[in-house]
């Protein structure tokens, strides 16, 4: 009688630490909304930014992509003692992405970088593995940065008398493409706010890209969308087309280092060249 009752005080006593073997969750951490964990894991840590760029891997090389993210490391708990291989954990991100109606972008032995278009936003993932059973989440949910410093016409005018060239940020194109999108008008009407208000004024509209792609896509790329915005002075604003004149620099003249994301969007950039 001693004796069960002393194991059934030691079972009693043994609950509470296997309970405080459960690692929790890093503070503020939580589980982005499209996807569960895997049974068993906790978040060793995580970051979430409002406007960021990430470089995912793709069939052609990688991809920079801009909008909301969210990263988060998760490990397994040390009570798990089945832990999961790679290629299940693998095969079950993959089942998740399909059931969503999402696309593989490229494959490794050990990573995964799937596209989800979900309720009108388009959703970037990549997924990284590790033999220790811990993985690693990249979530873009792309989309352009909400402008909060304003072009302005008076900046613009300053430092053309000054330095000869003024940097226009809050022009807008898709990855690759030299289409101006809608958010990029407020840059523009600025630009022709400056023209209008010196009408001798000319300028040359340069175009700028990171080192990204080959040398010769960047060049073609810079050149179209230094078009794409003269053309929009013209065609929406009325300056005259002779006051105007494109060139696409391409990757030669960064004004950060293209190691990072954050400098690779610096360099991505139109300039105005006083004539």
């Not at 004149?245 to 280092?257: D, R």
Request: charged share 25%; aromatic share 8%; net charge positive.
């Amino acid at each position: 009688m001693k004796k069960a009752l002393l194991l059934a005080l030691l079972a009693l006593a043994l609950v509470p630490c296997a309970a405080a073997a459960q690692q929790k969750d890093a503070g503020g951490c939580t589980d982005h909304p499209l996807f569960t964990r895997m049974p068993g894991y906790w978040i060793h840590h995580c970051s979430a930014k409002q406007f960021d760029a990430k470089t995912m891997p793709v069939a052609d090389g990688t991809a920079s992509i801009e909008g909301r993210t969210w990263e988060g490391t998760y490990y397994p708990q040390a009570t798990n003692k089945d832990k999961p291989s790679e290629i299940q954990i693998l095969r079950n991100f993959e089942n998740a992405v399909a059931k969503l109606g999402g696309t593989i972008l490229a494959t490794s032995k050990s990573r995964r970088t799937f596209k989800i278009a979900k309720d009108g936003q388009e959703f970037w993932v990549e997924l990284r593995t590790g033999f220790t059973g811990k993985y690693d989440l990249t979530i873009v949910e792309k989309a352009a940065m909400s402008q909060d410093v304003v072009a302005n016409a008076e900046v613009f005018s300053n430092d053309l008398t000054s330095t000869g060239h003024a940097a226009v940020y809050g022009i807008y194109f898709d990855t690759g493409k030299s289409d101006l999108k809608p958010e990029s008008a407020q840059a523009i009407g600025e630009i022709a706010k400056l023209l209008a208000a010196d009408a001798k004024l000319k300028v040359y509209v340069v175009g700028h890209t990171d080192n990204v792609g080959t040398l010769e896509s960047n060049m073609r790329l810079s050149q179209e969308r230094a078009e794409a915005v003269a053309q929009a002075l013209v065609k929406t604003h009325g300056i005259a087309a002779a006051r105007l004149k494109s060139f696409g620099a391409g990757p030669y003249s960064p004004v950060a280092s293209n190691d990072t994301d954050a400098g690779r969007a610096k360099n991505r950039r139109v300039e105005l060249v006083k004539q």
